[in-house]
């Protein structure tokens, strides 16, 4: 396992909405191929080159975890790539901020993940990010709440007010789903079709 120290890149998103992580990059932080690493990405410029302006309630950065190819690939999440408005030609500033070499277990804290709300209130954890942190069924994730999104791509203003009060634990069913309690889902709120970003705080097998 290597902690890579915010090793910085900017990249032209390809057809298949994947981004290269330069070679010189690659061999510095240990992102090689094969390994899972942990992005922070923002679109910078659209396909004409011309610089965008993020909404100011929206997430500075968007960050996703996902296995390196032999090229030094990674995909953006559709998740992510429509909610952060990036499409293929469009360039992004992007940095290393974690790499996992080996098989093993790691801590939950090291990722952050963005999901669609489904009618049971349930988000999916990516099956790298359960694969790499050795999450299973059964086992109980804590969970922080980072930012919401409505059903059409609008900033939840609430979450940053009282974004401390919504924590909570969830246990990890077959399918790599957590469930958000209703109270927060109501409090919040977060309806069905909601894009909500997490950070994992801890697994309790």
């Given at each position: 396992?290597?902690?890579?120290e915010k090793f910085e890149f900017e990249a032209e998103v390809d057809r298949e909405c994947r981004i290269r992580i330069p070679p010189d990059l690659q061999k510095a932080s240990g992102a090689l191929p094969d390994s899972i690493v942990t992005i922070k990405m923002k679109p910078i410029m659209d396909q004409e080159r011309r610089p965008l302006e993020i909404h100011p309630k929206m997430p500075e950065n968007f960050e996703f975890t996902d296995r390196v190819d032999e090229e030094g690939f990674v995909r953006i999440p559709d998740m992510i790539g429509r909610s952060s408005g990036t499409s293929p030609g469009f360039t992004v500033s992007a940095s290393v901020e974690h790499v996992l070499r080996e098989e093993k277990r790691e801590p939950a804290y090291k990722y952050e993940f963005l999901d669609k709300v489904d009618e049971d209130g349930r988000i999916t954890i990516p099956g790298v990010i359960r694969s790499s942190a050795g999450i299973g069924s059964?086992?109980?994730v804590s969970i922080r709440l980072r930012h919401v999104l409505d059903s059409e791509n609008r900033p939840v203003e609430r979450i940053e007010e009282l974004v401390d009060k919504f924590?909570?634990?969830s246990r990890v069913d077959e399918e790599g789903r957590i469930t958000i309690p209703s109270e927060i889902r109501e409090a919040v709120p977060i309806a069905p079709g909601s894009v909500i970003t997490v950070k994992m705080e801890q697994v309790m097998g």
């Open positions: 396992m290597s902690e890579a059964g086992d109980v924590d909570f634990s």
